[in-house]
């Protein structure tokens, strides 16, 4: 009896609380308060868009398009490895992208990575080797943003999970800079984009600093002879940061088929001993 | 302790009789979940999620344990340990990402379990302990989980646990010292992972200990049912095995399909993209949201914006961060109260058309709502949406559930299982044939089950 009465007690405290001292000043503000300002850029800015018939890996049954894979490390080693690291990804997985031993030993070589002078014990660089994971282009924070305008350029490996539709992401970042939409600046004559970013309605801010890293068709000579288009180089890229993302994704749905195959055929005999356990007993009469 | 018509454990051969007299392991498991345990014959399917939540311990401790093999948590490499896993670990990506949506998976089967527990008053005497320990088990599984996300230090992972440990620091006199204490620091760092990790797996074994008060105390009075109605005769009830082990194994098979599903195909779909940025505490995620399953405490916790004044005087008595972490505590710990908040004798919702329509139409929205107002942004309307929400959420349980029991009108209850089951004729046949001394057709209800009216 004494807990129910302090219990309404307390709720009605608690309710009367939220009620008059929050609620009421809100909705009062609300009501006719100014309207907050919304920043210009919720204006343009713009959902990812897939690229034309979609990834190769989308959906339940997808795929690696292995040459594809190939042509988007070309873009990232001629174009982005430039300012973007690629950490978590080591030399010798390129072996999934169809490269072979002799192939991925050759790739690896190609790079140049920290290193230590086994005579002096000096810092010094040396080729890559497989077990090398990619350098970065800095070799710290300070320098990185020191050569990008006092902005990091984050690493690539999980670039794809770590933005929401990451791999449309990325396809329509590197493929969607330009101007304004004219209509919407109509609307909003103040935005503009401070010097030294650039806009891209695909960005959050619509407002970034990364400048435009796909400038040209043929920008990359694909070795496959593939005609390497600003959006055929940003697909192939974003295909390829997928991959570095979670380079075990089609593995992961090819054996999901077979675990919740097992599992609906395991289920259904579950279900029919359970309806042979139960025959027994008379059914609900309503 | 059972009903009086349980089967009892016989050991046949000669091992299981030596076991029986050593170490009555077997008898222990035929009395807990065996032939030996009666249970109500008319258990829907809203029963079967406390076996699934068991389920779901199990998984999140297996699959836990063999991360920890490979998981290290130290700030500099925590990030690297957890894509070691991904892509070097054999099956690593298998065993992560059946960790991190285990979690989820567990609060979902926890929160069916619970509005069950709320619908049908399970929290009512004599359950009350079996409740109370379920709430217990509650804050241990959010601890775990807080503590769990932590781990992987992504930039959610870091500042969810800002925020969060930031909130000691709104208790009067001690919160700032409690806080520093507690993180080993004065935000978090290497101090308060490290911990976070070793409590992490510690808290899931302390889960079980209490999961096992849990089921014992739910032993000594049996199962309730949809009805609400007790036990009264053997007719009521059917052996645990294997009449609810082979439905329990249905229903197993239909949540691993779920499970599996969002594992294999989805495993990120209730994740956060900033969790895979490595933790910077130089740069604030636009928007810090919680994991799903603590959304609505997330929007209790912000719902209150403005201290708690004495207007006119400005002096500040308990400043809005206080109230909010008070309300998000105690939206919780009403829990506790149910069982003597409600006093209504009807047990079932079934039988309560006026308890109906305020769960229906009240709990389960509001509950809906915080949901949305957690993820949301702090902007309006959904500040207003969540007031309103909170305030409700503390109004049904504070006063609405206590009037309601006493003013309600229920519908008649019906006399017993066995009658709800098969009818009124085949009933009483049921309870003169199967009965063990009691119940035949011209008993009165048990007293303390009459409708108030």
Redo the contacts between chains.
């Keep these: 009896m004494t807990?129910?009465l302090g219990?309404?007690i307390?709720?009605?405290a608690?309710?009367a609380?939220?009620?008059l001292?929050?609620?009421v000043?809100?909705?009062y503000n609300?009501a006719f308060g100014e309207a907050?300002e919304k920043a210009a850029s919720y204006a343009f800015y713009e959902h990812p868009k897939a690229p034309e018939g979609g990834f190769a890996f989308d959906g339940?049954m997808g795929k690696w398009d292995v040459a594809q894979l190939q042509r988007g490390y070309q873009v990232y080693k001629e174009v982005c490895s430039a300012c973007h690291g690629l950490k978590?990804v080591a030399f010798r997985?390129l072996r999934e992208l169809g490269y072979t031993e002799a192939e991925v030993d050759a790739e690896a070589a190609a790079w140049t990575v920290p290193g230590i002078d086994p005579q002096t014990g000096e810092t010094t660089t040396r080729p890559g080797t497989p077990t090398d994971q990619f350098p970065s282009p800095y070799p710290n924070a300070i320098a990185a943003a020191a050569a990008n305008n006092n902005a990091i350029p984050?690493d690539l490996?999980?670039m794809t999970?770590?933005?929401?539709d990451?791999s449309n992401y990325v396809y329509s970042l590197l493929s969607g800079y330009g101007e304004p939409d004219p209509e919407i600046l109509a609307k909003h004559p103040d935005f503009e984009t401070p010097v030294g970013l650039y806009f891209n309605k695909y960005f959050?801010t619509v407002n970034l600093a990364m400048a435009p890293p796909l400038v040209l068709d043929g920008q990359v000579t694909y070795a496959d002879g593939t005609e390497a288009t600003i959006p055929q180089m940003a697909e192939d890229v974003a295909a390829f940061l997928t991959w570095t993302?979670?380079?075990?994704l089609v593995q992961?749905?090819q054996?999901?088929w077979f675990?919740?195959a097992f599992?609906?055929f395991?289920?259904s005999l579950?279900?029919l001993?359970?309806k042979q356990?139960?025959a027994g007993?008379?059914p609900?009469?309503k | 302790m059972s009903f009086a018509w349980a089967k009892q454990y016989e050991p046949k051969t000669p091992l299981t009789k030596w076991l029986d007299e050593k170490l009555p392991l077997p008898r222990l498991v035929y009395n807990a979940v065996g032939a030996g345990y009666p249970v109500p014959?008319?258990l829907n399917y809203m029963w079967n999620f406390g076996v699934l939540a068991g389920v779901c311990l199990v998984i999140q401790i297996v699959t836990g344990v063999v991360l920890a093999m490979h998981y290290a948590a130290n700030e500099e490499v925590a990030f690297?340990t957890v894509?070691h896993i991904?892509?070097n670990v054999n099956y690593g990506?298998?065993l992560r990402?059946a960790h991190a949506n285990g979690a989820s998976f567990f609060f979902i089967v926890v929160y069916l379990h619970i509005f069950r527990g709320l619908f049908y008053s399970s929290y009512k005497a004599p359950r009350e302990m079996i409740w109370l320990l379920g709430v217990v088990i509650f804050l241990l599984m959010m601890a775990t989980a807080f503590m769990g996300y932590v781990l992987p230090w992504g930039q959610m992972s870091f500042w969810g646990a800002q925020v969060i440990t930031g909130l000691f620091s709104a208790i009067p006199f001690v919160g700032e010292g409690l806080q520093v204490w507690l993180l080993g620091g004065f935000s978090p760092g290497n101090a308060a992972l490290n911990r976070f990790f070793s409590l992490h797996f510690l808290l899931p074994f302390v889960i079980a200990g209490v999961v096992i008060l849990h089921i014992w105390a739910l032993h000594i009075p049996g199962s309730s049912n949809p009805t609400g109605v007790e036990v009264k005769n053997e007719s009521d009830t059917?052996p645990f095995h294997?009449?609810y082990t082979?439905?329990d194994?249905?229903g197993?098979?239909?949540f691993?399909?779920l499970f599996?599903?969002m594992?294999?195909?989805l495993?990120?779909a209730l994740g956060h993209?900033?969790n895979?940025?490595e933790a910077n505490p130089l740069s604030t995620p636009?928007h810090i949201v919680p994991e799903w399953y603590f959304l609505p405490f997330y929007a209790i916790l912000r719902?209150?914006?403005?201290?708690?004044?004495i207007p006119f005087l400005g002096i500040t008595l308990i400043d809005?961060k206080l109230?909010g972490v008070i309300?998000m505590f105690?939206s919780i710990l009403?829990w506790f109260?149910l069982p003597?908040?409600d006093?209504s004798p009807v047990r079932s919702g079934h039988y309560r058309p006026l308890f109906q329509k305020f769960f229906w139409f009240g709990l389960i929205p509001t509950m809906i709502v915080l949901m949305i107002c957690g993820g949301a942004p702090a902007?309006?309307?959904y500040?207003?949406m969540s007031?309103?929400a909170?305030?409700y959420y503390?109004?049904h349980?504070?006063?609405i559930l206590?009037?309601i029991s006493q003013i309600e009108v229920p519908k008649p209850l019906p006399f017993s299982i066995t009658e709800?089951?098969?009818?009124s004729d085949?009933s009483a046949a049921a309870a003169r044939t199967g009965s063990v001394g009691a119940g035949s057709k011209g008993d009165l209800p048990d007293a303390s089950l009459q409708p108030a009216e």
């Design positions: 807990i129910r219990g309404i307390v709720g009605l608690i309710t609380i939220l009620v001292w929050s609620l000043p809100g909705l609300l907050p339940p978590f997985n984050p490996s999980l999970k770590a933005r929401e990451g959050p993302a979670e380079p075990s992961r749905k054996t999901g675990v919740i599992l609906i395991a289920t579950a279900f001993s359970y356990v139960w007993m008379k609900k009469k | 014959r008319n690297a894509e991904m892509r990506w298998m990402y059917v294997p009449y082979a439905k194994g249905f197993l098979g239909v691993l399909i599996t599903f594992v294999f195909f495993p990120n993209p900033d895979y940025i636009a719902a209150f914006t403005q201290d708690l004044t809005a109230l309300a105690g009403v109260f003597w908040l006093k902007e309006e309307p500040v207003v007031q309103i909170t305030a503390f109004m349980f504070l006063v206590p009037i709800a089951v098969l009818g085949d």
